[in-house]
T-cell receptor, first 118, second 114 residues
Framework: GAGVSQSPSNKVTEKGKDVELRCDPI?????LYWYRQSLGQGLEFLIY????????KSGLPSDRFSAERTGGSVSTLTIQRTQQEDSAVYLC????????????????FGEGSRLTVL | AQSVTQLGSHVSVSEGALVLLRCNYS??????LFWYVQYPNQGLQLLLK??????LVKGINGFEAEFKKSETSFHLTKPSAHMSDAAEYFC????????????FGTGTRLKVLA
């Protein structure tokens, strides 16, 4: 499809297990973002990619969280040893990140991956 | 540092009434400002954006917002609410020139009463 695709749409896991969330951005978008949406908390910035590089990982909540992007396209967010407080909707967005466009352009969001940690 | 404050986590209006959703921002440089809408079980989609052109910005579905530097505000309005406007609305700010960080508010859930 033409939009941002995220999988799985829903994931239920047990505390302590690892999970991987996948994001397939719009073709040609060089910028990719991960956000976490918790009830009443708005969108929490996690990490941003420009191409395969992540200039700023400061939004990742702990060292249990990591993300990578390969081929300037698909990105994977990995959460190790999940905790109940990790339960949230994880949103991915992409944008045309050409110089001058970053920060001024539209973010295109996927429908999110809802993670529930029991 | 940039920040966004949305006053009112829940707003209810009658169908046909004025919609006013409030957003105040803090930014050390002239900002880019955005409103996004999220319908149930969907991702966010852009309603409108301010990027230093006209201070009154018109968006989709009859929404508009006015950038007021003196009040550091970017409130979203629609003259007449429709049932289909029921959704969650997020204000976001990004510093310019061209940084990558978009900071979102906590959102306002709009309920439209018949």
């Amino acid at each position: 499809g033409a939009g941002v695709s995220q999988s799985p749409s829903n994931k239920v896991t047990e505390k302590g297990k690892d999970v991987e969330l996948r994001c397939d951005p719009i073709s040609g978008h060089t910028a990719l973002y991960w956000y976490r949406q918790s009830l009443g908390q708005g969108l929490e910035f996690l990490i941003y990619f420009q191409g395969n590089s992540a200039p700023d990982k400061s939004g990742l909540p702990s060292d249990r969280f990591s993300a990578e992007r390969t081929g300037g396209s698909v990105s994977t967010l990995t959460i190790q040893r999940t905790q109940q407080e990790d339960s949230a909707v994880y949103l991915c967005a992409s944008s045309f990140g050409g110089q001058g466009a970053i920060g001024s352009g539209e973010l295109f969001f996927g429908e999110g991956s809802r993670l529930t940690v029991l | 540092a940039q920040s966004v404050t949305q006053l009112g986590s829940h707003v209810s209006v009658s169908e046909g009434a004025l919609v006013l959703l409030r957003c105040n921002y803090s930014s050390s440089v002239p900002p880019y400002l955005f409103w996004y809408v999220q319908y149930p079980n969907q991702g966010l989609q852009l309603l409108l954006k301010y990027t230093s052109a006209a201070t009154l910005v018109k968006g989709i579905n009859g929404f508009e917002a006015e950038f007021k530097k003196s009040e550091t505000s970017f409130h979203l309005t629609k003259p007449s609410a429709h049932m289909s406007d029921a959704a969650e609305y997020f204000c976001a700010v990004s510093d310019r020139p061209g940084t990558y960080k978009y900071i979102f508010g906590t959102g306002t859930r709009l309920k439209v009463l018949a």
